[in-house]
């Protein structure tokens, strides 16, 4: 089975600096996507970034970079510049796009990581 | 317009009470989701349906019953409440069963007393 493993429950930025929230994954698939959802305190789940398994480039949104190692299945998360709205939970997903199988498409997601930036 | 909303946004109700809680989404997806969030912010799949058939069934008592009227509607069910089902539910669509990413509702925070 899949899993997903955010290895740093807290973790704390000061603002205008950058700060890497890592993630790793467990998977025997080839093709499937990686997410980051960020979650501040008014609930909502919000899409941050996404990657394609076979995609080799790393995907960028404005502040925000992934480091995607396949081989080393590694999905670490860069924000730069860090504002005091990027203080969240962040969470680390995998999707197996696969239709055979069991909970296809579903997404697996990681225990979090708080983020906290100080002004 | 929002495109995927839940109702209620909270619950407070009493242990062996029924509830439900709707949701609808409005970007033409064939999949829609729901997601249990426990205290410790764990999210972990449901239920799915994809063009109104159910495709996930986790392990999830049978207390839960979901109903999928057409493929833009996805409601939660829940008889006999227990301490234990106190929680946030989302509900999420997908544009397939397969494809992309998923998009969130804002959530209903449940509290069984």
């Known amino acids: 089975a899949q899993t997903v493993t955010q290895s740093q429950p807290e973790m704390s930025v000061q603002e205008a600096e950058t700060v890497t929230l890592s993630c790793t994954y467990d998977?025997?698939?080839?093709?499937?996507?990686l997410f980051w959802y960020k979650q501040p305190p008014s609930r909502q789940m919000i899409l941050v970034i996404r990657?394609?398994?076979?995609?080799?480039q790393n995907a960028t949104e404005n502040r925000f970079s992934v480091n995607f190692q396949k081989a080393a299945k590694s999905f670490s998360l860069k924000i730069s510049d860090s504002q005091l709205g990027d203080a969240a939970m962040y969470f680390c997903?995998?999707?197996?796009?696969?239709?055979?199988?069991?909970?296809?498409?579903?997404?697996?997601f990681g225990k979090g990581t708080k983020l906290s930036v100080k002004p | 317009d929002t495109a995927v909303s839940q109702t209620p946004k909270y619950l407070v109700t009493q242990m062996g009470n029924d509830k439900s809680i709707k949701c609808e989404q409005n970007l033409g997806h064939d999949t829609m989701y729901w997601y249990k969030q426990d205290s410790k912010k764990f999210l972990k799949i449901m239920f799915s349906y994809n063009n109104k058939e159910l495709i996930i069934n986790e392990t999830v008592p049978n207390r839960f019953s979901p109903k999928s009227p057409d493929k833009a509607h996805l409601n939660l069910h829940i008889n006999s409440l227990e301490l234990g089902d106190s929680a946030v539910y989302f509900c999420a669509s997908s544009r397939t069963r397969t494809a992309g990413e998923l998009f969130f509702g804002e959530g209903s925070r449940l509290t069984v007393l």
């Open positions: 998977t025997s698939e080839s093709d499937y996507y």
């Open positions: 997903a995998y999707r197996r796009p696969s239709i055979y199988g069991g909970s296809q498409g579903n997404l697996i």
């Open positions: 990657q394609e398994a076979y995609k080799q």
